[in-house]
C-alpha cells in the first residue's frame, strides 16, 4: 500500500490541523494505521495509533485528550486530528501502515512493526 500524508503547516499554539493520509493500492480496510514524529534530532516515535481487530487506539501519553485518529474506509484515508496543540508537537508526522495481518500489542508503538510509510507533513507550533 502507497501512503501520501497530507494537512502540515504552521498554527499558533492552542490551534487545530487535521492530516491526512490516503492510502493506493493493497486492501487499505484490513489494515492497522498509526501516526509517527520526527522532530529535528530526535528518534521517530509512536503518536496515536488505532487496531482495526478490536477497535482499540493507542496513544503517546502527552496527546492523550488531544489527539484523535479515525479512518474512512471509503476513502481510504486516516486522519490525525490535532487540537491543543503546542510548540512541542512541532515535528514531521508521518502515516503508517502495518499490513500483514494483526499488529500485536507489544509492536504498536514500535517503527519497525509497519511496512508502509507516508513521505512525512511538517507541522510547526508557534509560541
Known amino acids: 500500500v502507497q501512503l501520501q500524508a497530507s494537512g502540515g503547516g504552521l498554527v499558533q499554539a492552542g490551534g487545530s490541523l487535521r492530516l491526512s493520509c490516503a492510502a493506493s493500492?493493497?486492501?487499505?480496510?484490513?489494515?492497522?494505521m498509526a501516526w509517527f514524529r520526527q522532530a529535528p534530532g530526535n528518534e521517530r516515535e509512536f503518536v496515536i495509533g488505532?487496531?482495526?481487530?478490536?477497535?482499540?487506539?493507542y496513544y503517546l501519553e502527552s496527546v492523550k485528550g488531544r489527539f484523535t485518529i479515525s479512518r474512512d474506509n471509503a476513502k481510504n484515508t486516516v486522519y490525525l486530528q490535532m487540537n491543543s496543540l503546542k510548540p512541542e508537537d512541532t515535528a514531521v508526522y508521518y502515516c503508517?501502515?502495518?499490513?500483514?495481518?494483526?499488529?500485536?500489542?507489544?509492536?504498536?508503538?514500535?517503527?519497525?512493526?509497519?511496512?508502509?510509510w507516508g513521505q512525512g507533513t511538517l507541522v510547526t507550533v508557534s509560541s
Open positions: 503508517a501502515a502495518h499490513t500483514g495481518g494483526r499488529i500485536i500489542t507489544s509492536s504498536i508503538r514500535n517503527p519497525s512493526a509497519y511496512n508502509s
Open positions: 493500492g493493497g486492501t487499505f480496510s484490513s489494515n492497522d
Open positions: 488505532f487496531r482495526r481487530s478490536d477497535s482499540r487506539t
